[in-house]
């Protein structure tokens, strides 16, 4: 088996190692399932409440994907006007720094008092905690434009927005596609969260639900299941960021 067969496996491999220790070490040590249950007790709980969990986990993905929309749209918009202009980059930066530094869950109590229990303080906490490296990550890309190239092009004719939209949002392309596989993780953090404090449905209420009857098992599966949603959007966006920025990534093929 060459290198390379090993990488796309080495996951697998990875994930298989991890449920092995984790069983053996529950079994050896005797730890009761109302404490920490095994991977065989938390399939079997993923397996009798399939369609509970099923259904919160919807609830929980269409406001995470909700949120993280306004997210990008939100990231985008903000990081081209803060990295378009030096002034704006100075001034607003600590203000955002500021704001980003302030945990997210401290907003859910102002949420549910204005917009009530359900799934808008959900969408709006996978919103605030996911547009900030979408935004750092764009103005960055267009703040740290070389100012040889745009002295060149600006002899050539290019106006200040001209070299923004045809060389700064371009270069910006692999600094916003990294973070939107950091913003997308986020995200499912900021509704779970949101979901253990102010809703009656999701992921976040059925573990919340379920360890306040010392179902560990059922909490494990809600874990397991929030973690695969996040995987596979994470995964998403790497291959399109291959697809997408693949001229930024010529000379590491051979990593």
């Given at each position: ?63 995470t ?13 903000l ?31 102002i ?16 919103f605030?905690?996911?547009f900030?490296?979408?935004?750092v ?43 939107l596989?950091v ?18 449905q ?20 809600g ?33």
């Amino acid at each position: 088996m060459n290198n390379r067969m090993l990488e796309r496996f080495a996951p697998w491999i990875a994930v298989a190692a991890l449920v092995v220790i984790w069983e053996f070490t529950v079994w050896i040590l005797a730890v009761p399932e109302f404490i920490f249950p095994g991977p065989w007790a938390t399939a079997q709980a993923l397996y009798n409440f399939a369609g509970p969990i099923g259904v919160h986990s919807w609830q929980t993905f269409w406001t995470t994907m909700v949120g993280f929309g306004l997210g990008v749209a939100t990231g985008l918009v903000l990081g081209f006007i803060v990295g378009s202009s030096r002034f704006m980059y100075h001034a607003c930066y600590p203000l955002l720094v500021g704001f980003n530094a302030i945990p997210k869950v401290a907003f859910v109590p102002i949420l549910v008092v204005w917009f009530g229990i359900g799934s808008v303080p959900a969408i709006l906490t996978a919103f605030l905690i996911c547009f900030f490296p979408i935004l750092v990550n764009v103005a960055t890309g267009l703040a740290t434009l070389e100012p040889e190239m745009e002295d060149v092009l600006r002899v050539l004719g290019a106006k200040r927005m001209d070299v923004l939209l045809k060389v700064g949002l371009p270069r910006s392309l692999p600094y916003f596609f990294a973070s939107l596989k950091v913003a997308i993780t986020l995200a499912f953090v900021g509704a779970v969260v949101s979901e253990t404090v102010a809703s009656n449905q999701g992921i976040g209420y059925l573990m919340m639900s379920a360890g306040s009857q010392m179902r560990m098992p059922l909490v494990f599966a809600g874990l397991i299941v929030i973690s695969v949603m996040a995987m596979i959007m994470y995964e998403f966006f790497a291959q399109l960021e291959k697809r997408m920025t693949g001229w930024a990534h010529r000379g590491q093929s051979s990593l």
